[in-house]
């Protein structure tokens, strides 16, 4: 495609009002997989010609793609205004509606394709998506029965396409489906039904219904649920992952052997957090007592952390090809100790390999912030925090609790230089109250929260956060509905991660969010210098930050409850002096709280994976057990 693409340049020069040229150039590009580059060349193509209705197709496909779905929207119905007749336009313009959450409106388009061809099986699978997320759930079912009658074997491949792996795909649950959809409306801040979602979440979790869906899991900790609701959740998603899974046989003993051999399994080797945070446990990890091996199971993105994390580790594995069978086999060939499942049930991990027993010790860790309900993995790697012992009836692991905070971040490099507010449009003397979050961890509580601080505490700014196209209207909305102008609300776009720290810098407060604390960004917020206020919470993603803020030497920051919050954010706002003296604790306390040494967290780490093999190696079931500073075991 590459090459087709470079015979159509001088075609292109030669001819730049072609349109037809410009649309082949989409064509070769998007196989290709540069998408940003066809869209470019198939919108081009329609301007040119707008009577060129598969460049018009093109580009509303593309852009509901890249998730701008209002988009998406307004050319579907420009091009339904010029074919309304053609299937393949109805087709586009249901699509685009879907991502665009009108759920009616591609319902409508769904039904015209049928109306003129009622086996078309896509359109009967994507009209029952359209009826589940209306919470029409027998209309959905009938649906996705139709398309099965039309063509069983077309929806075993939709259904394989849809979860990306062939040998456990997609289930068309209706409740699912609905739940899914509600998820995706959470990750604009749009939070329109969102009782019902909870109350249709504990309706689901009951009846077992979520249990296809692990993803749904890691959506169910962002919620305002109990931790019963997410072990129950998880505990019907393990038996079902396990059901499929039979386990290898025992392990052999490794003999002679000195070292212990740890296995890290993560969807995240690439341009994530995750990746970020392992990598200090390579490089820093006592290379005469542990090997490392790290297990990739997601795509090779070519970024700089995935190459790191192969040369920091012992050996580097890319599973991403195998089979869960096959990959466990593999795991088990390598002779792993301890096996560490880094990914759970978030999106793209693979807990079927983990589920098919490679290591003769499992632990959960870092990327999954609940319990996996399995009894297939022996320890939750916690502290005395984020897991108290009268939250352990709801875990099925034994918590292994660390010293100060269980999180591993790498506070080695000096904290950034800061840019000129100037450069991102805020006042040089407003104060800024920062809340870099994901869209889905800003949930209403948390909003009501800020705008109340932003009320009593005039000429302030909120910096939030801008991952989607539709965030910032909601958000705005939302701040409007509560009394505070939303021109107070300053929006920012992801960027590089060293712009994103220095940006950072140029806070002077970050707010948590109450559900689903701050994690890496806590700890980007310290690194840059700038306080955390946080909340007690009740379940282990609720208690992070108040983890991570102890063990950082500054444990007045995690407020007692909401009205206390409020008052504290409100009292910094006001005293600069009271502020000052926090910022310098949080610089002082770099060269001396817990959180911020880096290699004693790794030391610690590697005190608990002693232990586990230790008792494993004896015979000894999983336990409890507690680190202490230095690494002995209690």
Not at 125 to 131: D, E, Q, V, Y
Not at 155 to 165: D, I, P
Not at 169 to 184: D, G, H, K, N, V
Request: hydrophobic fraction near 45%; aromatic fraction near 8%.
């Amino acid at each position: 495609m590459q090459e087709a693409a470079a015979a159509l340049a001088p075609l292109l020069a030669g001819a730049p009002r072609n349109a037809r040229l410009h649309y082949l150039d989409g064509v070769c590009r998007e196989r290709a997989g540069d998408r940003a580059a066809a869209l470019v060349s198939y919108e081009e193509a329609a301007r040119l010609d707008p009577s060129l209705k598969e460049a018009r197709c093109a580009v509303v496909l593309l852009l509901a793609q890249a998730q701008r779905t209002s988009q998406a929207a307004g050319e579907a119905e420009r091009l339904l205004s010029d074919f309304a007749d053609d299937l393949s336009a109805q087709r586009v313009a249901g699509e685009a509606y879907l991502s665009a959450r009108r759920f009616r409106d591609a319902l409508a388009s769904f039904d015209r394709v049928l109306e003129r061809e009622p086996g078309d099986v896509l359109a009967l699978l994507k009209r029952g998506f359209a009826l589940a997320a209306l919470k029409d759930y027998a209309g959905s079912r009938t649906a996705f029965a139709a398309a099965r009658q039309a063509d069983t074997n077309a929806v075993a491949r939709f259904c394989t396409e849809l979860s990306g792996r062939a040998e456990e795909p997609a289930e068309l649950l209706p409740e699912a489906i609905f739940l899914w959809t509600r998820y995706f409306a959470l990750c604009e801040c749009d939070w329109t039904g969102l009782d019902e979602t909870l109350a249709e979440f504990d309706r689901v979790i009951n009846s077992n219904a979520a249990a296809s869906e692990p993803a749904l899991a890691f959506v169910c900790a962002l919620l305002p649920t109990t931790s019963a609701q997410r072990h129950a959740l998880a505990r019907g998603i393990a038996a079902r992952i396990e059901a499929r899974c039979a386990p290898l046989p025992p392990a052999q003993a490794s003999g002679d052997r000195r070292s212990i051999r740890v296995g890290l399994l993560s969807p995240d080797i690439r341009e994530h957090l995750n990746a970020y945070l392992l990598l200090p446990l390579l490089e820093l990890g006592d290379r005469r007592r542990f090997e490392y091996y790290v297990y990739s199971t997601g795509a090779d993105d070519g970024s700089a952390v995935r190459g790191a994390i192969r040369r920091a580790a012992h050996r580097f594995r890319d599973l991403r090809l195998l089979s869960d069978r096959a990959a466990a086999e593999q795991i088990r060939r390598d002779g792993i100790d301890v096996l560490v499942d880094a990914g759970g049930y978030t999106a793209g991990a693979r807990f079927g390999i983990t589920a098919h027993r490679p290591a003769p010790v499992q632990a959960s860790y870092l990327g999954f912030s609940a319990t996996l309900g399995s009894s297939r993995v022996d320890y939750v790697i916690a502290d005395p925090v984020v897991l108290p012992p009268q939250d352990e009836a709801h875990w099925s692991e034994a918590p292994v609790r660390l010293p100060g905070t269980f999180f591993l971040y790498d506070f080695r490099a000096p904290p950034p230089q800061a840019p000129q507010r100037g450069q991102y449009g805020l006042p040089a003397e407003a104060f800024v109250f920062s809340a870099f979050h994901r869209a889905e961890k800003v949930e209403p509580a948390s909003f009501a929260l800020w705008m109340e601080i932003l009320r009593a505490v005039p000429g302030s700014l909120l910096w939030l956060y801008s991952s989607h196209e539709r965030m910032p209207a909601n958000v705005h909305r939302e701040a409007n509905a509560r009394g505070v102008d939303p021109g107070r609300l300053r929006l920012v776009p992801r960027v590089p991660r060293d712009e994103y720290l220095a940006r950072f810098r140029l806070a002077d407060l970050q707010l948590d969010s109450l559900v689903f604390n701050a994690t890496t960004t806590a700890c980007d917020a310290l690194a840059a210098g700038v306080p955390l206020l946080s909340v007690k919470g009740s379940t282990f993603p609720s208690r992070t930050a108040e983890s991570l803020l102890r063990a950082a030497g500054l444990p007045d920051l995690v407020a007692a409850d909401a009205r206390d919050f409020v008052a504290k954010a409100s009292a910094f706002a006001r005293a600069p002096a009271m502020l000052a003296q926090v910022r310098e604790r949080v610089a002082r306390n770099r060269a001396s709280a817990p959180l911020f040494d880096t290699a004693a967290r790794v030391r610690e780490l590697e005190a608990a994976f002693a232990e586990m093999a230790r008792r494993a190696g004896t015979g000894e079931p999983p336990a409890p057990f507690s680190v202490q500073q230095g690494g002995t075991v209690a």
